[in-house]
């Protein structure tokens, strides 16, 4: 019995008889069938509903429709309109009685055109992707919109379904397009679950979101190989150094180029600083409280045991800090692909002797944190200039090209190096560095160079689009992860790693198939670059729901 009554609604409220005891006696009810809008609004509350609201307005109680639409949770408009429904259906007119006036709102929805169901669902699926709507501000859209409601329930379910239909949308697209892939691969939580990604960096599609029970050498395996099942010809892995990464390949029985991401390495360096210089910190003022303690009060014993090794280890760590800090520089430039000063695009040996100079001058540092960073740095030591390997093979050609259409050697570098370096100060500007004057007289000086010169204009372009091209850092899947967890975090939670996977395959069909508003892919979506056709430049429409 209890479970019958289990989702009857709940009034702190009493009416009088029988409007109240009729109330109690409600209980929970089967859905009505698909052609009624509130299909958990059942027949007996509907009934009790039409009951209270054809009551004569004398005999009525105050505030009785505000609750009928409290308690049923849906708006007093629909409470008005059950009531009408009813009134003309199966009420006999009374002479003398006048008809409940409706508000104003209920008359001017009974004037207007009907909504669709499909342009509600087009509508929900919208504010969620772009627009980033948590559930209960959907239904206020859809109130203030179209004077419609759909319950919390409805809007959940509505997501998790489009999501299954977009994982299977997803699963028969043909990647082929996209050729050999060197993909962008990263983590993150949400729920404690791991998500994983794959990205391919030119295009910015989305290869694979995947939501896993964990983030194992197999379960990284398994993703890989799904990946490839789509059409993905994986060439190369650029990514960071997770430890179960090496070890996925292997459980894939994969042998892939890898590039272990900069910015990660850069960003450790610094905080490897960071720890050097709190260390310095500490031991100075530690030398400045023995020099006041032995001010006030001389003690030749203290002077040796403990003053004189606390300035020796004081030095210490500051020439350590300074030392770290001098070769922090030569590591980043270790890491470049074009020298932003002179426009140089590096060549692998002169990268691997300043990395390796580096690494034998750091190892020579005491300090427990530099003395870890190192240790991993050797470790990944073959994985940390794969990039220019990579850059090799398409600029191998375009030198070629370069040789025909400029006459001299030396006109030839300068060419190579104006364009590399005006590259270059714009990537630094991007990233945050203060070189806009200089990137603005760089591409300057690149225009006046291919000014009436279609053959140095195309040569120029190519380049540009080679350095852009060849995989370096791993920041465009970061981007990416920013935006997954944005739109994550706007559903709170999740009930189950399914639930979680089906709005995580919507968020990437979503994503690979909306255009880019601004940046160098402008214009058009991730698909688009990729030559990837699903039939359709409307998301929605692969999931079912066209707009006309």
């Given at each position: 019995?209890?479970?019958?009554?289990?989702?009857?609604?709940?009034?702190?409220?009493?009416?009088?008889?029988?409007?109240?005891?009729?109330?109690?006696?409600?209980?929970?009810?089967?859905?009505?069938?698909?052609?009624?809008?509130?299909?958990?609004?059942?027949?007996?509350?509907?009934?009790?509903?039409?009951?209270?609201?054809?009551?004569?307005?004398?005999?009525?109680?105050?505030?009785?429709?505000?609750?009928?639409?409290?308690?049923?949770?849906?708006?007093?408009?629909?409470?008005?309109?059950?009531?009408?429904?009813?009134?003309?259906?199966?009420?006999?007119?009374?002479?003398?009685?006048?008809?409940?006036?409706?508000?104003?709102?209920?008359?001017?929805?009974?004037?207007?055109?009907?909504?669709?169901?499909?342009?509600?669902?087009?509508?929900?699926?919208?504010?969620?992707?772009?627009?980033?709507?948590?559930?209960?501000?959907?239904?206020?859209?859809?109130?203030?919109?179209?004077?419609?409601?759909?319950?919390?329930?409805?809007?959940?379910?509505?997501?998790?379904?489009?999501?299954?239909?977009?994982?299977?949308?997803?699963?028969?697209?043909?990647?082929?397009?996209?050729?050999?892939?060197?993909?962008?691969?990263?983590?993150?939580?949400?729920?404690?679950?791991?998500?994983?990604?794959?990205?391919?960096?030119?295009?910015?599609?989305?290869?694979?979101?995947?939501?896993?029970?964990?983030?194992?050498?197999?379960?990284?395996?398994?993703?890989?190989?799904?990946?490839?099942?789509?059409?993905?010809?994986?060439?190369?892995?650029?990514?960071?150094?997770?430890?179960?990464?090496?070890?996925?390949?292997?459980?894939?029985?994969?042998?892939?180029?890898?590039?272990?991401?900069?910015?990660?390495?850069?960003?450790?360096?610094?905080?490897?600083?960071?720890?050097?210089?709190?260390?310095?910190?500490?031991a100075l003022a530690s030398v400045y409280r023995l020099e006041d303690q032995l001010a006030q009060t001389w003690d030749s014993s203290c002077f040796d045991t403990t003053y004189v090794p606390a300035v020796a280890k004081?030095?210490?760590?500051?020439?350590?800090?300074?030392?770290?800090?001098?070769?922090?520089?030569?590591?980043?430039?270790?890491?470049?692909?074009?020298?932003?000063?002179?426009?140089?695009?590096?060549?692998?040996?002169?990268?691997?002797?300043?990395?390796?100079?580096?690494?034998?001058?750091?190892?020579?540092?005491?300090?427990?944190?530099?003395?870890?960073?190192?240790?991993?740095?050797?470790?990944?030591?073959?994985?940390?200039?794969?990039?220019?390997?990579?850059?090799?093979?398409?600029?191998?050609?375009?030198?070629?090209?370069?040789?025909?259409?400029?006459?001299?050697?030396?006109?030839?570098?300068?060419?190579?190096?104006?364009?590399?370096?005006?590259?270059?100060?714009?990537?630094?500007?991007?990233?945050?560095?203060?070189?806009?004057?200089?990137?603005?007289?760089?591409?300057?000086?690149?225009?006046?160079?291919?000014?009436?010169?279609?053959?140095?204009?195309?040569?120029?372009?190519?380049?540009?689009?080679?350095l852009d091209g060849t995989p370096h850092a791993s920041s465009l899947i970061e981007t990416i992860n920013g935006i997954v967890k944005t739109y994550l975090q706007a559903r709170q939670?999740?009930?189950?790693?399914?639930?979680?996977?089906?709005?995580?395959?919507?968020?990437?069909?979503?994503?690979?198939?909306?255009?880019?508003?601004?940046?160098?892919?402008?214009?058009?979506?991730?698909?688009?670059?990729?030559?990837?056709?699903?039939?359709?430049?409307?998301?929605?429409?692969?999931?079912?729901?066209?707009?006309?």
């Open positions: 019995m209890s479970s019958l009554y289990s989702s009857m609604p709940q009034s702190s409220m009493a009416w009088p008889e029988p409007m109240e005891t009729i109330y109690q006696m409600l209980g929970a009810e089967p859905a009505l069938p698909a052609r009624f809008k509130r299909r958990e609004l059942g027949l007996s509350a509907r009934m009790y509903i039409a009951a209270v609201g054809n009551l004569p307005p004398d005999t009525r109680p105050w505030g009785s429709m505000t609750w009928l639409s409290t308690v049923f949770d849906v708006s007093r408009p629909t409470v008005y309109q059950i009531a009408a429904q009813a009134r003309q259906q199966w009420l006999e007119p009374v002479d003398g009685v006048a008809e409940p006036a409706a508000p104003a709102a209920a008359t001017q929805k009974a004037t207007r055109t009907p909504v669709s169901e499909r342009r509600i669902k087009r509508t929900l699926l919208t504010l969620a992707l772009p627009g980033n709507a948590a559930l209960r501000p959907m239904q206020a859209v859809l109130q203030a919109a179209f004077d419609e409601s759909r319950s919390v329930g409805f809007i959940s379910e509505l997501l998790t379904s489009a999501g299954q239909q977009a994982g299977r949308v997803l699963a028969s697209l043909d990647y082929r397009p996209l050729g050999r892939v060197i993909a962008l691969r990263d983590e993150t939580f949400f729920q404690g679950w791991p998500i994983l990604f794959l990205v391919e960096p030119r295009s910015g599609v989305i290869l694979l979101g995947h939501v896993g029970k964990d983030r194992s050498a197999e379960t990284w395996g398994t993703a890989l190989l799904v990946a490839q099942d789509t059409g993905v010809e994986l060439a190369g892995l650029v990514e960071d150094m997770g430890r179960t990464f090496p070890q996925s390949l292997k459980a894939a029985g994969m042998s892939l180029a890898v590039q272990k991401d900069p910015w990660h390495i850069l960003d450790w360096a610094k905080r490897v600083r960071r720890d050097l210089e709190r260390a310095a910190l500490t004081c030095e210490c760590l500051i020439t350590q800090h300074d030392t770290f800090l001098c070769w922090q520089a030569h590591l980043g430039d270790a890491l470049e692909m074009v020298d932003w000063r002179a426009g140089e695009i590096r060549d692998p040996a002169t990268n691997a002797w300043l990395l390796d100079e580096t690494l034998q001058a750091l190892a020579a540092l005491t300090h427990p944190s530099v003395r870890k960073f190192v240790r991993s740095l050797r470790s990944y030591r073959a994985q940390l200039l794969t990039y220019l390997d990579w850059l090799a093979v398409g600029l191998d050609p375009w030198r070629q090209r370069l040789a025909a259409n400029v006459p001299t050697p030396a006109a030839q570098v300068c060419f190579e190096r104006t364009v590399a370096r005006a590259w270059r100060l714009r990537q630094g500007v991007i990233n945050g560095q203060h070189w806009q004057r200089l990137a603005h007289e760089a591409t300057d000086l690149v225009a006046l160079l291919v000014a009436d010169q279609p053959a140095y204009r195309q040569l120029a372009a190519d380049l540009t689009a080679l939670a999740f009930r189950n790693p399914e639930t979680a996977q089906a709005y995580l395959n919507l968020l990437v069909l979503w994503h690979n198939m909306r255009s880019f508003q601004r940046g160098k892919r402008a214009g058009h979506s991730p698909f688009q670059w990729a030559n990837i056709t699903p039939g359709t430049d409307d998301w929605l429409t692969l999931l079912g729901y066209p707009a006309a």
